[in-house]
């Protein structure tokens, strides 16, 4: 366990001036054992005492972490209330950080000389004829490995090896870049000829890297629809960044880091991208951050964790659909990738871009209030390809032949049947995986998971029901445990019925589904892409994996099933999540030559989350959600910070977590807004019970230092009960 304490070391002589912060050193510690390994955290002039320790040598299996990174290590462990080694361990991905992942390396075999050859070649005569053809072979293909070279003519290594011995070739060992684009063929691409409004962006852009000290402002929102060509416009300013020898990262949520996304970047900057996400192989992550780690690459896409990049002359940090929640990590340290740009960028001297058609009301805020400098890109790049037409569907009127409310509206059914007949395609989005939400039977039960307090989620491929909170899978039950019969009802729908409902309306048409049930690898994701894109789809149905990103001409029609999803959640961010959600989704359609059409059903047609999406308006959903806030005093007008607690015996944890309250309302009278700690709306996820208590206030740095001593302090002492702080929190629940 972390013991989130600073201990002093001496340097020794040998290694003055070597030591610097970031570096993992090993130290002795404790009685009479191995020195463990330790992070240096700063580096003091000669102190009082005399009776420390000294450190015993420098780890050198791991590379050490960028002092301007551990500077960064350090805001994140005080500010999300975490320990520094929690903090510091992100900074590095595991495959670098374990030190078991080596460099791939392999052999290849260079003649000596051309002179050396002949000589050989002339000496050997019929006596070597393996050897002669080897060395044939290696005139037309120098550098071959010796696979190569034996399966061309037979000549084994320890021949090979004998060569090098009388000097005639040499076998290097080189390193050999386990590279994730190894088998794909990108077409490079030049910089298009902006629109006026890009333009206008763009000039914003080069006078702040420029001159960023200016105002003061280091931040840009840039704030265009779908289509507007914002990505365009981070390429031209990493070019200039790169041609002013900078570095650059590019962060895009985990979710849209398709490759398609990434293409862009190499096709334009071929291999001076690096690529950094999760679903790299261990080998790869290890390459691809050496390659930064090295200086050897100067721009790094990727999730969440590419923010650590340990670039040396950062200059550009791209925040790409910066309101969207996956930023934030959701084990600690509880960072949001998002807004730690923004400190780095401020620590280290480079612009920050945050990018979004649908920005959240903390950086639209920020913009507003002059913190952030704004850019806007109001209209699609070729004004001839207009937004879609938005059109609501109230469910409430649509009925089926046995009265009840049908998951497809007529509207829908003869929208995707015209799609069909014309050869266009339609996406069909529902945010649930799963056959149906849950089983319910006749006498109203309703199975459940039992280390869990939500109902199991039905799976009818596979038959069974599965609890999407803990993964507990068990077979889909037939008769009620509760009543005996077994008159199951499906309540609520999923992406896998809607599939199954689909093919039964629309019979004849090519159907295909991308949710995590489908896509359980990158590989397949890119399968049903590339068909859909050839035009071997007419219907694509899926999840959020679909709204964001895809750009496809021929998609015509965007069917939204059910608006309201996310919309009676018992969060202050439902409906902008809803707002931002809809108008990702709506920007699927119509990016091509054929004007686009989106169809929202939905219960609630005057919600304004659902009427400001259909009319493409932000600034209408600012207008109306951010006086709620105001009034409400929640963020952007208060930072929430959510205390969390958990355990087995909820009594004690309602005690304890009430005892914590107090100290806190006590310590920190208003303006500070602490509430009691509640059960969870989930009151239970693997068996333990979880409160919540909610804490909205001004900006406060002696309230977080506070708050942090509170959370070290209980790790120490508090043994049944577990609490922690979720900063800057975006989840409820
Ligand atoms: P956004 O990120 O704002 O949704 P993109 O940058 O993905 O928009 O642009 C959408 C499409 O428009 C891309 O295929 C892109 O190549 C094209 N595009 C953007 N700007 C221009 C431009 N100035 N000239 C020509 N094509 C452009
Ligand atoms: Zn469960």
Redesign the pocket.
């Given at each position: 366990m972390s013991l989130d304490r600073t201990f002093d070391y001496l340097i020794p002589e040998r290694l003055v001036g070597r030591i610097r912060p970031g570096m993992k050193v090993n130290v002795p510690f404790g009685k009479g054992r191995k020195p463990r390994p330790a992070t240096v955290v700063r580096l003091i002039p000669r102190p009082e005492r005399s009776d420390l320790k000294e450190i015993v040598d420098i780890c050198d299996d791991v590379p050490e972490i960028p002092a301007s990174l551990a500077r960064l290590g350090e805001w994140i462990a005080d500010y999300y209330c975490c320990t520094r080694e929690q903090a510091l361990k992100s900074l590095l991905p595991s495959a670098v950080r374990s030190g078991k992942v080596k460099p791939k390396k392999i052999r290849r075999c260079y003649l000596a000389s051309p002179e050396k050859a002949a000589e050989y070649l002339a000496k050997a005569g019929a006596r070597a004829k393996v050897r002669a053809q080897a060395i044939q072979f290696l005139t037309l293909h120098p550098g071959a490995q010796p696979d190569t070279v034996q399966a061309a003519t037979g000549a084994k290594l320890p021949q090979l090896r004998a060569l090098a011995k009388e000097g005639v070739l040499n076998i290097e060992e080189v390193r050999a870049d386990r590279d994730p684009f190894r088998n794909a063929v990108i077409q490079p691409t030049t910089p298009?000829?902006?629109?006026g409004e890009?333009g206008a962006a763009m000039e914003r852009i080069f006078s702040m890297l420029g001159d960023k000290r200016s105002d003061g402002r280091h931040v840009l929102l840039l704030h265009?629809v779908?289509?507007?060509?914002?990505?365009?416009v981070y390429l031209q300013a990493i070019a200039r960044v790169l041609e002013e020898g900078g570095d650059a990262i590019v962060l895009v949520p985990e979710i849209s880091l398709t490759p398609q996304t990434v293409t862009r970047f190499r096709a334009r900057f071929g291999e001076r991208v690096s690529v950094l996400h999760s679903g790299l192989t261990q080998g790869e992550r290890y390459d691809e951050w050496m390659k930064v780690y090295r200086g050897e690459v100067s721009i790094a896409v990727g999730a969440r964790s590419a923010l650590f990049a340990p670039f040396k002359n950062l200059k550009l940090i791209i925040v790409d659909e910066e309101h969207d929640s996956s930023y934030k990590q959701s084990e600690a340290p509880r960072y949001n990738a998002r807004d730690v740009a923004v400190v780095r960028g401020r620590m280290e001297g480079a612009l920050v871009i945050l990018g979004s058609?649908t920005p959240s009301l903390e950086s639209w805020q920020n913009a507003v209030s002059g913190k952030y400098a704004l850019a806007s890109?109001p209209n699609r790049?070729?004004p001839s390809i207009v937004l879609p037409h938005v059109e609501i569907v109230d469910m409430r009127l649509e009925k089926d032949e046995e009265d009840r409310v049908p998951m497809f509206s007529k509207r829908l059914v003869e929208e995707v049947r015209n799609r069909i007949h014309a050869g266009e395609q339609s996406i069909l989005f529902l945010n649930k995986r799963g056959y149906s939400r849950q089983l319910q039977c006749a006498c109203g039960h309703v199975p459940t998971c039992p280390d869990c307090s939500v109902a199991y989620t039905y799976h009818k491929h596979s038959a069974s029901l599965i609890c999407h909170f803990c993964g507990r899978i068990v077979p889909a039950i037939t008769t009620c445990p509760v009543c005996g019969q077994s008159e199951f009802h499906y309540v609520g729908t999923g992406t896998e019925r809607i599939e199954s409902l689909a093919g039964a309306l629309f019979q004849g048409a090519r159907i295909a589904r991308m949710d995590s049930d489908t896509m359980t690898n990158p590989q397949k994701y890119e399968e049903v892409l590339s068909k859909f894109r050839s035009g071997g789809i007419d219907i694509l149905i899926g999840t959020q994996m679909i709204a964001k990103g895809l750009?496809f001409p021929n998609v015509t029609l965007v069917g939204v099933l059910n608006a309201d999803m996310g919309l009676y959640l018992p969060d202050f961010r439902a409906h902008e999540r809803t707002f931002q959600l809809l108008a990702q989704v709506a920007?699927r359609a119509g990016r091509g030559e054929v004007h686009g059409q989106v169809l929202i059903q939905t219960f609630s047609p005057e919600n304004p989350a659902i009427l400001c999406a259909a009319e493409h308006s932000c600034a209408d959903f600012f207008a109306d959600e951010l006086p709620i806030r105001k009034e409400l005093l929640f963020p952007p007008f208060s930072h929430l910070t959510v205390l969390h607690f958990d355990g087995e015996d909820p009594v004690q944890i309602e005690a304890k977590a009430g005892e914590l309250v107090r100290r806190i309302a006590e310590k920190f009278p208003e303006p500070l807004e602490i509430g009691d700690a509640t059960p969870a709306p989930i009151e239970r996820i693997k068996g333990r019970y979880r409160y919540l208590a909610t804490v909205r206030t001004p900006p406060n740095a002696a309230f977080r230092a506070y708050l942090r001593s509170e959370v070290m302090n209980w790790r120490r002492t508090v043994k049944d009960v577990e609490f922690y702080a979720d900063v800057d929190a975006l989840s409820l629940l």
């Open positions: 298009l000829k902006l629109t890009q265009g779908t289509c507007s060509g914002k990505t365009e058609a890109l790049w070729d750009d920007g």
